[in-house]
């Protein structure tokens, strides 16, 4: 059996996803049109674009190979795959986007750019998707924030529905102690009135 290639893989992967959500969420109806897969398929070679910027006077490398491969690890492939410029290229030898994108950070790094530079540099060119994250300014921050946020208020609000019902499950507790209490005072009282009606029956007896 001929190996296949990570795309292949992807797709595979993709398509079991694809099958797991209709099972889980149902089929759609019939006419329902059938939401878009992301495609993990041949690149499109047309969506390169260069990011070319001239060096800076007295240019030196603005840092070591590692931290080149870092910030590679910070821009998306462009292919149409879900990976980072690095891992792409080291890891689809079919791809040709993220060699390109990795020879335009060589010339930004050796022309004396800094990551936030060269990072710029990208999202200019191809806009925020340029980026394996958004940005951490302007409404972008939700994007971090909003899930802790979400999840703090989900424990909140579960705190204090345990805390509510604890409360009336003592308080449950307390009243059917006092009912509890209650009746057994009034058992208590019938039978001490039962008691004294029998001695005033035999007082009136021994009178006569």
Same mark, same amino acid.
């Given at each position: 059996?001929?190996?296949?290639? +990570?795309?292949?893989?992807?797709?595979?992967?993709? $398509?079991? #996803?694809? /099958?797991?959500? %209709?099972?889980?969420?149902? *089929?759609? &109806?019939?006419?329902?049109?059938?939401?878009?897969?992301?495609?993990?398929?041949?690149?499109?070679?047309?969506?390169? +674009?260069?990011?070319?910027?001239?060096?800076?006077? $007295?240019? #030196?490398? /603005?840092?070591? %190979?590692?931290?080149?491969? *870092?910030? &590679?690890?910070?821009?998306?492939?462009?292919?149409?795959?879900?990976?980072?410029?690095?891992?792409?290229?080291?890891?689809?030898?079919?791809?040709?986007?993220?060699?390109?994108?990795?020879?335009?950070?060589?010339?930004?790094?050796?022309?004396?750019?800094?990551?936030?530079?060269?990072?710029?540099?990208?999202?200019?060119?191809?806009?925020?998707?340029?980026?394996?994250?958004?940005?951490?300014?302007?409404?972008?921050?939700?994007?971090?924030?909003?899930?802790?946020?979400?999840?703090?208020?989900?424990?909140?609000?579960?705190?204090?529905?345990?805390?509510?019902?604890?409360?009336?499950?003592?308080?449950?507790?307390?009243?059917?102690?006092?009912?509890?209490?209650?009746?057994?005072?009034?058992?208590?009282?019938?039978?001490?009135?039962?008691?004294?009606?029998?001695?005033?029956?035999?007082?009136?007896?021994?009178?006569?």
């Amino acid at each position: 059996m001929s190996a296949i290639g +990570r795309r292949e893989f992807l797709a595979g992967l993709g $398509g079991v #996803a694809g /099958s797991a959500a %209709v099972i889980a969420l149902g *089929a759609p &109806e019939v006419g329902a049109q059938a939401p878009a897969q992301q495609n993990f398929g041949p690149m499109d070679q047309s969506v390169f +674009r260069p990011t070319i910027r001239p060096a800076k006077p $007295g240019a #030196a490398p /603005s840092m070591t %190979v590692l931290e080149r491969d *870092a910030l &590679e690890k910070r821009l998306k492939c462009q292919c149409g795959c879900i990976l980072d410029v690095y891992t792409c290229r080291t890891t689809d030898f079919t791809c040709q986007i993220s060699p390109a994108m990795h020879r335009d950070v060589l010339r930004l790094v050796e022309g004396g750019y800094t990551g936030d530079e060269i990072l710029e540099a990208f999202v200019e060119t191809y806009g925020e998707v340029a980026l394996t994250s958004p940005k951490k300014e302007g409404f972008n921050w939700a994007g971090y924030f909003a899930p802790a946020v979400v999840m703090g208020t989900g424990a909140v609000v579960l705190t204090v529905m345990i805390r509510k019902w604890s409360m009336e499950s003592r308080m449950a507790a307390v009243a059917a102690g006092a009912a509890a209490k209650s009746d057994s005072t009034i058992d208590a009282t019938a039978a001490a009135s039962a008691d004294e009606l029998a001695r005033l029956e035999r007082a009136m007896r021994d009178d006569h």
